[in-house]
């Protein structure tokens, strides 16, 4: 097989693609080998030196849309649409990110290599902004069990993480590259050498600093007073609708928490995303007596008799004065003696929504599309507005909803805000605390424990960025306690129906982080670092250019 031939660089593009998909959660190893994520760009780095400019987009273009159908396979639960959407989605994507990197190439001498890999470092992190933003698939996710090394996270967010993998990748290209040229001049070697050490002593004190994190951390648990927290996993089938459906999943979710309080003390009992689906608040105030009225009074009522706080996700129908009905998917947190009856519970709604399958902005332009989108829900969500701090005794947590906690930067404004005391009614009362993410997840419509995974293997970076444990109460799986060091402390086997027990550690003297108080400023970092060589290179190319002219003129 010829090294520039059609069938050696197809091979790259699978092999790279199968590494990709390996690497993260997947159909064979349910974690991940996560080894593999340090060599995930060298398949990607070897294709992108055998194009040329002609067909570096279709290369990349196919290499992006063959690793996320491999990786995100599950979709096709959803609707096959999605799938081929996403599959669309990252051709276009990876293949205007080889152009790019090939352009650089042609442009930069011999370190050019230095100069692509802040380039795709750039990539992953402008990949996760905007509406169409996916964290999904980025390679820094890949080290999620590595507990020393994710500690960095503290300061860089997901995007240092992304750098200490995507390096490697590169590096080992480019000395394939030198090993098969007959020029060993010390000039082409010293980006090489260069660009290792830093990569070396980055990965060393991420290491170093992670053992010290984890010690701190596990000092501080040791001597905090802890909330027991029951998790529902009600395990709901996810495509079962009606009356009678939701009768039997409330059932069954009243039954569990009972347990959860009787067996093991509950002081908070919490219920997955949507998994009460008719709108508690609206149905109530009806009045009508339909059988959304009794259910409604039905979860109330068992509230009222339970010594717990309920934190629940449910559907909340709002009607406007001019009739029109919004739907937020909600967290409402229910206090006995305070707001259960009449029901006004606090409510945080999510501001996140999945693209495509939670909110459109086109719907209007294209109804039809949107409709085949909407998959027979009724309507699109409506999103939420500001971040909500719940309270329960001296523990104060905040609910992203599902999606929302793959975004790093979301859940870092929730701790801020928390740790700041903004839109805490008793703040002023409020001197020695603690704080952990309280997640309602429902993935249960994948009917793929690899979805779930990967969700899960998000997460984890969510408290390991913030110092700051996560309780995950999630419909089928993955539903989990993980503590502030990004640790998956214990896990409910997937697909069943049950409660998960965590004691949440009231942490009062745990500052914020750094990545906490100024979010993604590494990957800022990158972008100058990125756009003052691009500069610096230009100037010097038209500097050369203005000199040649000049000793063309004697």
Same mark, same amino acid.
Do not use: M
């Given at each position: 097989m010829k090294r520039n031939s059609l069938l050696f660089?197809?091979? $790259?593009?699978?092999?790279?693609?199968?590494?990709?998909?390996?690497?993260?959660?997947?159909?064979?190893? =349910?974690?991940? $080998?996560?080894?593999?994520?340090?060599?995930?760009?060298?398949?990607?780095?070897?294709?992108?030196?055998?194009s040329?400019? =002609?067909?570096?987009?279709?290369?990349?273009?196919?290499?992006?849309?063959?690793?996320?159908?491999?990786?995100?396979?599950?979709?096709?639960?959803?609707?096959?649409?999605a799938l081929f959407f996403i599959s669309i989605y990252f051709f276009i994507l990876y293949g205007i990110l080889f152009f790019v990197l090939k352009l650089l190439e042609k442009i930069f001498s011999n370190y050019y290599f230095i100069i692509q890999i802040l380039c795709v470092c750039i990539f992953e992190y402008l990949r996760t902004l905007g509406f169409l933003g996916f964290p999904y698939g980025q390679p820094g996710y890949t080290q999620w069990k590595f507990l020393p090394l994710i500690q960095f996270s503290n300061i860089t967010g997901i995007s240092g993480l992304n750098f200490l993998v995507i390096i490697p990748g590169f590096l080992i290209a480019k000395i394939i590259e030198l090993k098969k040229s007959k020029n060993k001049a010390h000039s082409i070697m010293w980006p090489v050498l260069l660009t290792g050490s830093v990569w070396a002593g980055l990965f060393i004190f991420a290491l170093l600093y992670g053992s010290i994190c984890i010690k701190k951390y596990e000092r501080i648990e040791k001597q905090s007073d802890k909330i027991t927290v029951a998790l529902i996993q009600n395990n709901e089938h996810p495509w079962e609708n009606g009356i009678e459906a939701h009768n039997k999943n409330v059932s069954n979710l009243i039954e569990l928490s009972k347990k959860a309080i009787k067996e093991k003390n509950a002081e908070l009992i919490v219920w997955p995303e949507t998994s009460v689906a008719p709108s508690i608040l609206y149905h109530f105030y009806k009045m009508d007596n339909s059988p959304r009225f009794v259910l409604a009074n =039905?979860?109330?009522n068992f509230m009222l008799s339970a010594d717990a706080d309920f934190v629940i996700g449910n559907v909340n129908k709002i009607v406007k004065e001019n009739g029109k009905e919004l739907n937020y998917n909600s967290v409402l947190h229910f206090i006995p003696e305070k707001n259960i009856f009449p029901p006004e519970p606090e409510i945080y709604s999510k501001q996140h929504l999945v693209p495509l399958s939670e909110c459109f902005p086109l719907e209007n332009i294209f109804p039809k599309f949107a409709e085949i989108l909407k998959n027979g829900s009724p309507d699109f969500w409506e999103a939420g507005k500001e971040n909500v701090i719940f309270a329960y005794k001296n523990l104060y947590f905040v609910t992203p909803v599902c999606f929302e906690d793959t975004f790093g930067n979301d859940c870092r404004k929730m701790i801020y805000d928390l740790k700041n005391q903004k839109y805490m009614n008793d703040a002023q009362n409020v001197k020695n605390y603690g704080a952990a993410f309280i997640n309602l997840s429902n993935d249960s419509w994948s009917e793929s424990l690899v979805c779930q995974k990967q969700h899960l293997s998000m997460a984890v970076f969510r408290s390991a960025e913030n110092n700051i444990p996560s309780a995950r109460s999630t419909t089928s799986g993955q539903t989990a306690y993980i503590s502030g060091i990004g640790k998956v402390v214990n896990e409910l086997a997937p697909f069943s129906s049950d409660y998960l027990i965590c004691e949440i550690p009231v942490l009062e003297k745990n500052p914020m982080t750094f990545y906490t108080l100024y979010g993604d400023l590494f990957?800022?970092?990158?972008?100058?670092?990125?756009?003052?060589?691009?500069?610096?290179?230009?100037?010097?190319?038209i500097i050369n250019q203005l000199k040649n002219k000049k000793q063309k003129g004697r």
């Open positions: 660089n197809l091979f $790259l593009i699978f092999s790279g693609a199968f590494i990709f998909f390996l690497a993260h959660p997947n159909y064979i190893f =349910k974690n991940g $080998l996560g080894v593999l994520g340090f060599i995930i760009y060298l398949p990607f780095c070897l294709l992108l030196k055998n040329n400019i =002609k067909n570096t987009f279709f290369y990349g273009g196919f290499y992006g849309s063959l690793s996320y159908i491999l990786f995100l396979f599950w979709l096709r639960n959803f609707h096959p649409i =039905k979860i109330i990957s800022c970092l990158i972008i100058i670092c990125f756009s003052a060589l691009l500069i610096i290179r230009l100037i010097t190319a």
